[in-house]
């Protein structure tokens, strides 16, 4: 009688046989194998096997019908490549490259060049793993320094700059001449991020970040410098944002674009400070992502067109985080709404990882000393609301933290219960000191013109956290927003006795582990912590 029997993968390679056509295949493509497939995208490109070194630059493929044909073939032949790339840049990182030593860059840049949309966009697909591999991403980057001196000799362009990546020149070319052309606009930016992320991992981790390292890494200067220089120059963060604009609702063009800025936020500032400059220098690209206008519409457009799509809600998240790191980053910040979506992620609690979860408490928490009488109660609100549900222990955490960042910054030291406000409750708090209280305004300086200080004020105070007098007695702004925060938590939500049932639920808690018992152990501290203010 026949019986039906499932085989796997894992079942055909267990004989001595097939385990050494197993260990074959394991093995880079044979050298002939991938000259031979180079000579057919060549002869495809510019009609010989074996043309001139160079021929990038002159690539023309006409839109009549023998040239659409052609392009579909050479798309079919990329595809291979593009196979071989992605082998390279994992399984073979650490050998010679293959396609590096048949010249598929040069194949593959002259494709890029060709200004055919489908044949464009699938080059695109192509470089992006060749970046991850050393020897084709120098290669490429050669061919296309080429590419701009033949053309700068033949047209009279203008030279490319000095010390500009250029792959990234390329790339706000294609986004520019592509503008209409969606795949083309979605595979550039890929490959612009992809470029970000690998050129800021080879970067030697050293203070200086001047001098190369023994092993091949690459100094802090030489290796981000390029790019900052392209971005600086070039159009392409402005053709990145005029895209999102002109595609709200692609989402493979946001989740794109997202991906470039989190990753250009991430590079650090690569130039010494000038000395006579009044302007600070910043100290990493954030710093000037958190004062784009443009940027942080793009962003808050994304995230609110697509709010339940992950990749978006992750990548704004962490541009808003790195921002708001630098003080001088927050009031912008706030007015684009940040503190806003990062409150509104926090609230409805998404499938998240901790570490995401991390991330929205950090931004959150940046924002606290800034917030309002009314922003403040919203906080409360919410963070009483996340711990009705009694979520999982890490999250928790972050919920009494925040709670605990709120209770700090509130001046609370005449109620009773302060002293809890210090010690090793600090490394809970994302600002651990409370803002100065501002001088009471006089009603004349609210209804006339503004009264200007002796130094630059940062942030002007809400009429809400003023009250011009309480008990014949004067109260600064941020004293009375205090009070009224501290009765709203005492009154409104019970945070005590929300809190205090917290506490003793998980203080009966029996650990499963030496970790859940260390966890546990965390959230019951930060209870007592936060009990302590009350």
């Known amino acids: 009688m026949l019986h039906e029997v499932n085989v796997g993968t894992s079942d055909i390679v267990r004989g001595g046989h097939d385990d050494d056509e197993a260990a074959t295949q394991r093995q880079p493509p044979?050298?002939?194998?991938?000259?031979?497939?180079?000579?057919?995208?060549?002869l495809e490109l510019c009609g010989q096997r074996?043309?001139?070194?160079?021929?990038?630059?002159?690539?023309?493929?006409p839109s009549t019908a023998a040239g659409l044909d052609r392009v579909a073939v050479l798309v079919d032949l990329l595809d291979q490549v593009r196979y071989w790339a992605i082998e390279e840049a994992s399984t073979f990182k650490d050998e010679p490259s293959r396609l590096?030593?048949?010249e598929a860059p040069e194949a593959v840049v002259a494709c890029l060049c060709s200004q055919r949309p489908q044949l464009v966009a699938q080059a695109l697909r192509v470089v992006q793993p060749m970046l991850r591999h050393r020897q084709t991403a120098y290669k490429t980057r050669r061919v296309m320094v080429d590419v701009w001196a033949y053309r700068e000799q033949v047209n009279s362009m203008v030279p490319l700059p000095e010390g500009l990546d250029p792959l990234l020149v390329m790339l706000a070319e294609v986004l520019e001449q592509h503008k209409g052309v969606l795949p083309v606009l979605v595979e550039a930016l890929s490959a612009a991020t992809a470029a970000l992320v690998q050129d800021g991992t080879v970067c030697v981790g050293s203070d200086n970040g001047d001098d190369d390292n023994l092993d091949g890494g690459v100094s802090l200067r030489r290796c981000v410098a390029p790019l900052v220089v392209a971005l600086h120059e070039t159009t392409l963060v402005y053709q990145m944002e005029s895209a999102m604009r002109r595609h709200p609702d692609a989402v493979p063009l946001q989740v794109e674009g997202v991906s470039f800025c989190a990753a250009l936020v991430d590079l650090p500032w690569p130039f010494e400070a000038e000395v006579d400059s009044e302007e600070g220098t910043p100290t990493s690209l954030a710093d000037i992502v958190a004062h784009s206008d443009g940027v942080l519409d793009v962003l808050q457009g994304a995230l609110r067109r697509h709010r339940q799509n992950l990749r978006i809600a992750r990548g704004v998240l962490h541009v808003w985080r790195v921002c708001a790191q630098h003080p001088a980053n927050r009031v912008p910040l706030l007015q684009h709404g940040a503190y806003a979506g990062a409150l509104q992620q926090l609230r409805e609690v998404g499938p998240y990882t901790v570490g995401v979860w991390r991330e929205i408490a950090e931004t959150v928490g940046y924002f606290i000393p800034l917030l309002d009488t009314l922003q403040r109660r919203s906080l409360a609100l919410t963070l009483r609301e996340l711990l009705l549900r009694r979520p999982q222990l890490e999250v928790l955490e972050l919920i009494l933290a925040l709670l605990l960042s709120l209770l700090m910054v509130v001046d609370s030291g005449h109620h009773g219960g302060g002293g809890k406000s210090g010690g090793a409750f600090n490394m809970y708090a994302m600002y651990p000191q409370p803002p100065a209280a501002a001088p009471s305004p006089s009603a004349t300086d609210i209804a006339g013109e503004p009264h200007h200080r002796g130094t630059k004020a940062v942030l002007r105070f809400s009429l809400l956290q003023w009250h011009p007098m309480r008990g014949h007695h004067p109260h600064s702004g941020a004293s009375v927003a205090g009070e009224d925060t501290w009765h709203f938590l005492l009154e409104r939500c019970a945070m005590p006795q929300l809190v205090s049932g917290l506490l003793e639920y998980f203080g009966h808690c029996e650990a499963v582990d030496e970790e859940d018992a260390f966890d546990l152990d965390r959230v019951c501290r930060l209870a007592?912590?936060?009990?302590g203010f009350f």
């Open 100 to 102: 590096a030593e048949t």
């Open 528 to 531: 007592e912590a936060v009990l």
């Open 50 to 61: 074996h043309p001139p070194s160079g021929y990038a630059s002159g690539i023309a493929i």
């Open 30 to 42: 044979a050298l002939s194998v991938v000259e031979e497939h180079m000579q057919r995208i060549r």
